[in-house]
């Protein structure tokens, strides 16, 4: 098991930063890549962004890149989202997730932390 914390969601107005934050426990050395998740009310959940744990291969929706930059502290067992010139439509619920070498999908999933863009 990986259980996955996640902090620093909140409301911030267009054109802010935010940076979001996960904490991962448990069976690490399971972990192959953890990744961000959004899920905007009456949508359907959709990808933000993922890195490896050796933290050698990121990647990105087209509709964060350039504005959302995705890093992990391994000492920390940590994966921080930091969110850049933020939009209205970027509000969502953030969810952080682990893709594990067992399940070989993202079967680690966080509580979701909300973040509230306002125009």
């Known amino acids: 098991q990986v259980q996955l914390v996640e902090s620093g969601g909140g409301l911030v107005q267009a054109g802010g930063s935010l940076r979001l934050s996960c904490a991962a426990s448990g069976r690490m050395f399971d972990v192959y890549k953890m990744a961000w998740f959004r899920q905007a009310p009456g949508k359907d959940r959709e990808f933000v962004a993922s890195?490896?744990?050796?933290?050698?291969?990121?990647d990105y929706a087209d509709s964060v890149k350039g504005r959302f930059t995705i890093s992990r502290d391994s000492a920390k067992s940590t994966v921080d989202l930091q969110m850049n010139s933020l939009k209205p439509e970027d509000t969502a619920i953030y969810y952080c997730?682990?893709?594990?070498?067992?399940?070989?999908?993202?079967?680690?999933w966080g509580q979701g932390t909300q973040v509230t863009v306002s125009s």
């Open positions: 997730a682990v893709f594990s070498y067992g399940m070989r999908n993202y079967g680690y």
């Open positions: 890195i490896t744990q050796s933290g050698d291969s990121t």
